[in-house]
Nanobody
């Protein structure tokens, strides 16, 4: 049974930092491209960042570059999202996901999803 379990969300003031983690079991983690998505209330689920087995990274927009950093530890079957200089507009539920079928932003490419972790940034 494949499981993706996110943790590390919470309430933080604007300008603060959070580190999200996603532990993965039930699949060969190193084979999968891992992504982080987020969904704000009333909005669609958006791609945040992705990382391949070899460390290849992609980010959704310039606004996240320099603030968000995705990384992975294949030995621990875990993917991380370090978020710095958080803004109220970063408030959302953050999801990790796994795919063998792509290396980017299409949520339809991702076969496995976690349950999400809430990130709330106060102004």
């Amino acid at each position: 049974q494949v499981q993706l379990v996110e943790s590390g969300g919470g309430l933080v003031q604007a300008g603060g930092s959070l580190r999200l983690s996603c532990g993965v079991s039930g699949l060969t983690f190193s084979n999968y491209f891992m992504g982080w998505f987020r969904q704000a209330p009333g909005k669609e689920r958006d791609f945040v960042a992705g990382i391949g087995w070899n460390g290849y990274r992609t980010y959704s927009a310039d606004s996240m570059k320099g603030r968000f950093t995705i990384s992975r530890d294949n030995a621990k079957n875990t993917v991380y999202l370090q978020m710095n200089s958080l803004k109220p507009e970063d408030t959302a539920v953050y999801y990790c996901a796994a795919t063998l079928s792509g290396t980017g932003a299409r949520s339809d490419d991702y076969a496995y999803w976690g349950q999400g972790t809430q990130v709330t940034v106060s102004s």
